[in-house]
């Protein structure tokens, strides 16, 4: 298999629910990251990776937990959401990080519903 | 502060040339990209500029003016199958990527 995987693609899960999503490229890339992608809003930068260590956190909530534990696999942890944590979560490698022509490759995206 | 704006919506025939815009105001500037996103897909890289001009790429051209802080993406010879999002996404000084909300492109027969 080649590019960025997501899995799953839908879940459903309520506010005590603890989940997980996963994130797997077979690029040799060294950075990945989560995404959140919310209708007619732009994409919001949750969490980078960059060669396992964690280099971007923007403000992200703690309900929210990123695990990397080597370069071609991302996790996102996910307990006591919030009904407005309903998005679609994408998650994309580069080559590199930090450089200008930082083409992003995505994976389809995890559609999560939070009832 | 920082922002990206692009159309919500833009309607166009099949065959024809369309033109989607892109104004950003940044904190410095290391290259403007586009990426489409069908719906319920990934979204896929489109082009990068970095210097003024335009970038040819077959049908898909992409123009940067970096003292008017402006871009286009031009499509032209409109297929079906370009019906699409298309994403604006400008690289900061630090590198972080700013993204416009998306132009949704709807191509009509």
């Known amino acids: 298999e080649t590019g960025v995987t997501q899995t799953p693609r839908h879940l459903v899960m309520g506010m005590t629910n603890k989940k997980s999503l996963k994130c797997e490229q077979h690029?040799?890339?060294?950075?990945m990251y989560w995404y959140k992608q919310s209708a007619k809003k732009p994409l919001e930068l949750m969490f980078v990776?960059?060669?396992?260590?964690?280099?971007e956190n923007n403000s992200v909530p703690s309900r929210f937990s990123p695990e990397c534990p080597n370069s071609s696999h991302l996790f996102l942890h996910l307990h006591t959401l919030q009904p407005e944590d309903s998005a679609l979560y994408l998650c994309?490698?580069?080559?590199?990080?930090?450089?200008?022509?930082?083409?992003?490759?995505f994976g389809a995206g995890s559609r999560l519903t939070v009832l | 502060g920082q922002n990206i704006d692009q159309p919500t919506e833009m309607t166009a025939t099949e065959g024809a040339i369309v033109q989607i815009n892109c104004t950003y105001q940044?904190?410095?500037?290391?290259?403007l990209f586009w990426y489409q996103q069908h719906a319920g897909e990934a979204p896929t890289f489109l082009s990068y500029?970095?210097l003024d001009g335009l970038e040819e790429k077959g049908r898909f051209s992409s123009f940067l003016s970096r003292s008017k802080g402006y871009s286009y993406l031009l499509l032209k010879e409109l297929q079906m199958k370009d019906s699409a999002s298309y994403l604006c996404?400008?690289?900061?000084?630090?590198?972080?990527?700013?993204w416009g909300a998306g132009t949704k492109l709807i191509i009509k027969p």
């Open positions: 994309a490698s580069s080559q590199d990080y930090g450089t200008g022509a930082n083409v992003l490759t």
């Open positions: 940044t904190s410095g500037f290391n290259g």
């Open positions: 500029n970095v």
């Open positions: 996404a400008v690289s900061e000084s630090n590198y972080q990527l700013i």
């Open positions: 690029l040799g890339h060294n950075a």
């Open positions: 990776y960059n060669f396992k260590e964690q280099t």
